[in-house]
T-cell receptor, first 109, second 116 residues
Framework: GQNIDQPTEMTATEGAIVQINCTYQ??????LFWYQQHAGEAPTFLSY????GLEEKGRFSSFLSRSKGYSYLLLKELQMKDSASYLC??????????FGQGTELSVKP | GAVVSQHPSRVICKSGTSVKIECRSL??????MFWYRQFPKKSLMLMAT?????????EQGVEKDKFLINHASLTLSTLTVTSAHPEDSSFYIC????????????FGSGTRLTVV
């Protein structure tokens, strides 16, 4: 079956670093995506990992360990505008993109 | 970049009526379209996958006779919610992919459906 787990909520302080974890068990694996979503809007692409290791893109980094079924999204130098929902999604064989329940991040001053 | 135009953005309809939601790929050919629904403070739940010219494949628990999906061309896919009920009220969003996008995903802007 499919199971993608991430924390429901997290709170962090402006300027700090936050790590959002995601564990997955899916029928086949063909890459892992992280998206940012504000309420009532479409998800915005943040990162994509298909091989083990760290992908860095500005203030955002994403890590993948396929053997552990584990990924994390690292956000540095947090800004108030980073308050949003962060979605972990796994692409299965055949192209289906399955989402975790999302992590609601609140950035406080 | 690749754009998917989704309409309408908001719709209110009466119970028992049908509502059609359209997703158009504006500058690429969407060989595959995914349809999701999202409840407040919840994640995106995949409803169905449609490939151009083929019947949609529905996820377990999704009524195919209630949520009609058409993908007759490479640039247009539609979702029709038939005989809508208040429990169908939700945020519906489409996502397209194609080899031209290196099989990345482009999302529509979503449709907020309210059934009264």
């Amino acid at each position: 079956g499919q199971n993608i787990d991430q924390p429901t909520e997290m709170t962090a302080t402006e300027g700090a670093i936050v790590q959002i974890n995601c564990t997955y068990q899916t029928s086949g694996f063909n890459g892992l995506f992280w998206y940012q979503q504000h309420a009532g809007e479409a998800p915005t692409f943040l990162s994509y990992n298909v091989l083990d290791g760290l992908e860095e893109k500005g203030r955002f980094s994403s890590f993948l360990s396929r053997s552990k079924g584990y990924s994390y999204l690292l956000l540095k130098e947090l800004q108030m505008k980073d308050s949003a929902s962060y979605l972990c999604a796994v692409r299965e064989q055949g192209g289906k993109l399955i989402f975790g329940q999302g992590t609601e991040l609140s950035v406080k001053p | 970049g690749a754009v998917v135009s989704q309409h309408p953005s908001r719709v209110i309809c009466k119970s028992g009526t049908s509502v059609k939601i359209e997703c158009r790929s504006l500058d690429f050919q969407a060989t595959t379209m995914f349809w999701y629904r999202q409840f407040p403070k919840k994640s995106l739940m995949l409803m169905a996958t449609s490939n151009e010219g083929s019947k949609a494949t529905y996820e377990q628990g999704v009524e195919k006779d209630k949520f009609l999906i058409n993908h007759a061309s490479l640039t247009l896919s539609t979702l029709t919610v038939t005989s809508a009920h208040p429990e169908d009220s939700s945020f519906y969003i489409c996502s397209a992919t194609d080899r031209s996008l290196n099989y990345g995903y482009t999302f529509g802007s979503g449709t907020r459906l309210t059934v009264v």
